[in-house]
């Protein structure tokens, strides 16, 4: 497994299941079922991602199923007239790039209130797609080593100093020793929470200060 912090490459899914403008309704409906995702990119040309359609895309449908839409009207009711995934999709399509790091895709999910994202090149074609489950594997890092990464990358000299130890239990990390500033404290609990799969920090440590 790579070391911390993982990026999107890391997780993502590279066979992505996608759709074309002219992807007509019950297909979309179809893939979503059988590939049991919520969402599908939308391409164009080469593969270039221009919208995505969604299960939210969809639902007008049944949601203004005994209402009758009016040709000018825009949003979620004329959805329910449409019939491609050109029509249905959301656009543009809310993307990130395979080397953004996890807490970036996380934090675009969060903001756009989306459960997948296309992933992208720098020419908006699609690489794969990355979902919050995705982004929740991390947290299946083994303990030990997760330990190990700690251990390795920031416990050892001449990063932090001599005395230093790591337990992770249930991705919990507990960092035990002594240290000459307790202004390193703080510093030293931010660097192990940015460790990939620690759920929480636990400062178990001792300073000159306390012994004085």
Known sequence: ????????????????????????????????????????????????????????????????????????????????????????MSSPAVT?????????????????????LPVVNDLGMLEGVVSRSDLLKVFLRPDGEIEEEIRRSILAEPVAPAGLDISVREGVATVRGALADRSLVPLLARAVRAVEGVVDVRMGLATHEDAA
């Open 1 to 88: 497994m790579p070391a911390s912090p993982y990026t999107v490459s890391d997780v993502m899914t590279h066979t992505a299941i996608a759709v074309g403008r002219d992807a007509p309704y019950k297909q979309i409906v179809a893939l979503l079922d059988e590939w049991k995702v919520s969402a599908l990119p939308v391409l164009e040309g080469e593969g270039r991602v221009v919208g995505v359609v969604s299960e939210a895309d969809l639902l007008p449908k049944e949601e203004f199923r005994d209402v009758e839409p009016r040709p000018d009207e825009f949003g979620e009711a004329a959805k329910a007239g449409a019939l491609r995934a050109g029509e249905l």
């Open 96 to 116: 990130v790039h395979a080397d953004a790091t996890l807490a970036e895709a996380a934090r675009i999910m969060a903001k756009r209130r989306v459960k997948r």
